[in-house]
Antibody, heavy 121, light 107 residues
Framework: DVQLVESGGGLVKPGGSLRLSCAGSGFDFSYYSMTWIRQTPGKGLEWVSS????????NYADSVKGRFTVSRDNARTSLYLQMNGLRGDDTAVYYC??????????????WGQGTVVTVSS | EIVLTQSPATLSVSPGESATLSCRAS??????LNWFQQKPGQPPRLLIYGTSNRAADIPDRFSGSGSRTEFALIISSLQSEDSAVYFCQQSAAWPLTFGGGTRVEIQ
């Protein structure tokens, strides 16, 4: 079975940093594009960043561009999200997701359980 | 950015009835429209991809239709376990966007 397990969330002060990790298993991690999505009660579901299997194509939402960096380590079957300059509106549940195939512009097929990031002083 | 507008915001139906959920896109997404179901405390789960393709293990009570800017998720013979929030999402263009959701309540 496909499993995506996020970690690294927590409470951080405004301006601080966090690194989220996602461990994938049960599938050929190196084949698929991966995406981070976040969810808040107020703004709903918001796409954050996507990365293709070879890391050659990376996209970011305007709201995080310049502050967040997505990366992956196919040998470790892991996806990462380095978040710097955190703001209150970054507070959300962050989900690691897997796409249907190689391309990022495909359906999101699987979701992890999510990790909570809270930005507050 | 492609804006997805879902209606109604809330739908209250009786068991055994059918429900039609709407998703309207601000510009054409051709057939790159997906539907997710989310229950409290759980991540979203893919129901339908590419407008009308059921994901693995999704019962055939769930079906999708539409094209370009108008899409629908039809749930027939509603069961109590279908109580959830349903989201549409487009994978046609960056940024990927989601609709605001329709809450389905089973009376």
């Amino acid at each position: 079975d496909v499993q995506l397990v996020e970690s690294g969330g927590g409470l951080v002060k405004p301006g601080g940093s966090l690194r989220l990790s996602c461990a994938g298993s049960g599938f050929d991690f190196s084949y698929y594009s991966m995406t981070w999505i976040r969810q808040t009660p107020g703004k709903g579901l918001e796409w954050v960043s996507s990365i293709t299997r070879d890391s050659l194509s990376i996209n970011y939402a305007d709201s995080v561009k310049g502050r967040f960096t997505v990366s992956r380590d196919n040998a470790r079957t892991s996806l990462y999200l380095q978040m710097n300059g955190l703001r209150g509106d970054d507070t959300a549940v962050y989900y690691c997701t897997r796409h249907a195939g190689v391309r990022s512009l495909t359906a999101i097929m699987f979701w992890g359980q999510g990790t909570v990031v809270t930005v507050s002083s | 950015e492609i804006v997805l507008t879902q209606s109604p915001a809330t739908l209250s139906v009786s068991p055994g009835e059918s429900a039609t959920l709407s998703c309207r896109a601000s510009q054409s997404v051709t057939t790159n429209l997906n539907w997710f179901q989310q229950k409290p405390g759980q991540p979203p789960r893919l129901l339908i991809y590419g407008t009308s393709n059921r994901a693995a293990d999704i019962p055939d009570r769930f079906s999708g239709s539409g094209s370009r800017t108008e899409f629908a998720l039809i749930i027939s013979s509603l069961q109590s376990e279908d109580s959830a929030v349903y989201f549409c999402q487009q994978s046609a263009a960056w940024p990927l966007t989601f609709g605001g959701g329709t809450r389905v309540e089973i009376q």
